[in-house]
């Protein structure tokens, strides 16, 4: 695989002269470079140039994107040069971001032209790629088990960007297959697009007539971070007597996103100004000054607290003004619901690190998976070539790239892209009063054989190490998580409640 490889040669062997990460070597020469000389070269540069956007050296920075567009383009026949093309616009926002009049000036317009292009790209990617395919085929097979002899079920669909009518139309055929008959269905779509819930209405409408299954849509205009969590029962209609499944998909992550948001409205202090009140005066006001310059550079200025011990006065002042997690009011919300069962699919990635060399290591890897699986998927006949690097171009440019810029240039309020790890979801979903339901082998051979039938070679469902979630692997390595969650056991009244 070429990420793995070209990543790790790049940052481990001896750099030569005429590919080092040097700022300085000059444009005839580059193009001189074999092409995995180029590769190695680009992923130092990537990586250098991340080095200096973290320390604000907006200059070395500027150098060094200037080496990588040498280099990288988003036509480029070569995934990695593709990835780079993106990784580099990402990193140039990121500069232009310590602008915030220009940046919005920019940005918002050439953001906004591509728009009507975005519903076509995650159809293609949802075309070329299986994991939307194996969640949607996971959290159905869980939900199917879990509403075993409900006549009434309730689904609530909170995946926005990610929903699919598809989905629940393979649940209309799941249902109407059980013992006993299908259920009364009920479906509860969150998404932000009048006209998509209304197109989702329609459509499974008639599947459900031509099913012969008792129906009822409910459409919900929203975004996920605009339901009212104190209302939420009222907000997703909600009813006593039906039995209620919950499904988000790759949305989720996107809650945490509120963590920051509140921070401009109604911080009484900003961190500077709580570092420099908690030290003497003469020295608040010295470190006031020194530190001026680094903490403009992030908009994120708490990340600039992170490395602050843990029993710091400093960090602790900081720390109360820091508003709590939209998701940590959220997930208990939706316990107080009693859902028979919750799925989750996350992104298997830890893109919501303080550090923001953290958050683009993780992500050049991340990402290098993905743009991977898409070179791949590309189609094999000469006569549909043109037409599939089309397509593909469309989803690393719109959707992938899009996450990536979400990842690697925002902060604050705008970076959405927080994606974590299962474990850490994990902690989250049993913090907030849930436990986690095994998936079963059953929903596993059922996406194994689903990859079998579309002839998708190198990709694999896994369990989890607690043998309870699956992941969704690339060579081995997970890039998505899909997990199914439940209130725990809890006494109340004398008895035990669960689900």
């Not at 949607?136 to 006549?151: D, R």
């Not at 297959?177 to 329609?202: Q, Y």
């Not at 925002?410 to 927080?418: I, L, N, P, Q, S």
Request: aromatic share 8%; net charge neutral.
């Amino acid at each position: 695989m070429f990420q793995e490889d070209t990543l790790s040669s790049a940052t481990s062997s001896p750099a030569a002269s005429l590919y080092s990460p040097s700022p300085h070597v000059h444009g005839s020469l580059v193009h001189q470079l074999s092409h995995d000389q180029q590769s190695v070269r680009l992923v130092g540069l990537l990586y250098q140039c991340a080095a200096e956007v973290a320390a604000g050296a907006f200059g070395r920075a500027n150098l060094y994107l200037e080496q990588i567009t040498q280099l990288a383009s988003l036509d480029a026949p070569h995934t990695l040069h593709r990835l780079a093309a993106v990784f580099a616009d990402a990193l140039a926002r990121k500069l232009l971001n310590l602008v915030p009049g220009l940046s919005r000036a920019l940005l918002s317009t050439a953001s906004s032209a591509d728009a009507h292009l975005v519903p076509a790209a995650r159809r293609h990617l949802f075309d070329m790629l299986p994991f939307m395919k194996l969640a949607y085929l996971t959290t159905n097979h869980a939900i199917l088990e879990a509403m075993e002899g409900e006549k009434f079920v309730h689904v609530v669909d909170l995946s926005g960007p990610a929903a699919n009518a598809v989905q629940w139309i393979a649940l209309f055929h799941a249902f109407r297959g059980r013992r006993g008959g299908a259920p009364h269905l009920r479906i509860t779509a969150v998404h932000d697009s009048k006209e998509f819930l209304a197109n989702m209405a329609a459509v499974l409408a008639k599947e459900a007539e031509a099913f012969d299954i008792p129906f009822q849509f409910t459409a919900v205009e929203a975004r996920l971070d605009e339901l009212d969590t104190d209302a939420l029962r009222h907000s997703l209609r909600v009813r006593s007597g039906e039995a209620l499944a919950i499904s988000v998909v790759a949305q989720l992550h996107r809650l945490l996103a509120a963590d920051d948001a509140s921070v401009a409205r109604r911080q009484p202090l900003t961190p500077l100004q709580i570092i420099a009140r908690s030290s003497p005066s003469s020295f608040g006001e010295m470190l006031e000054r020194e530190l001026n310059t680094r903490l403009q550079l992030s908009p994120d200025a708490f990340s600039v607290l992170s490395s602050l011990s843990p029993q710091s006065p400093v960090l602790a002042a900081a720390q109360q003004h820091r508003p709590a997690a939209r998701l940590a009011t959220f997930l208990p919300a939706v316990t107080a619901l009693s859902p028979k069962i919750m799925v989750v699919t996350e992104p298997e990635a830890n893109h919501n690190a303080a550090a923001f060399q953290e958050r683009f290591d993780e992500a050049l890897n991340y990402y290098a998976s993905l743009f991977d699986c898409l070179e791949r998927a590309s189609s094999p006949s000469a006569s549909a070539a043109a037409a599939a690097a089309v397509e593909r171009a469309r989803v690393e440019r719109l959707v992938l790239g899009e996450e990536i810029r979400g990842v690697v240039a925002g902060e604050g309020a705008e970076r959405k892209e927080r994606h974590e790890r299962l474990a850490q979801w994990a902690r989250r979903m049993e913090g907030a009063g849930m436990e986690a339901v095994g998936l079963s082998y059953g929903g596993m051979m059922e996406a194994r054989k689903l990859l079998q039938s579309c002839g998708w070679g190198g990709y694999e469902v896994a369990h989890d190490p607690r043998g309870e979630a699956f992941f969704f692997c690339w060579h081995r390595k997970p890039l998505y998580s899909v997990s199914a969650w439940r209130p725990a056991a809890s006494r109340h009244g004398g008895r035990l409640i669960s689900s």
